[in-house]
């Protein structure tokens, strides 16, 4: 069983920048695919970025590349999740996830799931 604690969520302006930290309690950390997932307000979750065990490959969301970067130290046993250029819509409770397969955007592969920080982002 993998615990996955988030951190590092806030407000921010828009166009600022923060770094969302994900702990996980399993020392076979690197044995798994790791992603970054979101949910506004009245919306479904949905993706948005993956990072297979090694650390690539990495996928993306089109709403969020070129802004956001995944990255994870197996050392650590944390996933990151840089975002710069923040918008207004990217506004939501961000979740880590904990897969055994190939990185990937798809949510069912996930079978941990940490409890979520929220990021609001203010114009």
């Known amino acids: 069983q993998v615990q996955l604690v988030e951190s590092g969520g806030g407000l921010v302006q828009t166009a600022g920048s923060l770094r969302l930290s994900c702990a996980a309690s399993e020392r076979t950390f690197s044995n798994y695919a790791m992603a970054w997932f979101r949910q506004a307000p009245g919306k479904e979750r949905e993706f948005v970025a993956a990072?297979?065990?090694?650390?690539?490959?990495?996928y993306y969301a089109d709403s969020v590349k070129g802004r956001f970067t995944i990255s994870r130290d197996n050392a650590k046993s944390t996933l990151y999740l840089q975002m710069n250029s923040l918008k207004a819509e990217d506004t939501a409770v961000y979740f880590c996830a904990a897969g055994g397969g190939h990185a990937s955007s798809t949510r069912t592969i996930y079978h941990y799931w940490g409890q979520g920080t929220r990021v609001t982002v203010s114009s």
């Open positions: 990072i297979a065990w090694s650390g690539n490959p990495t």
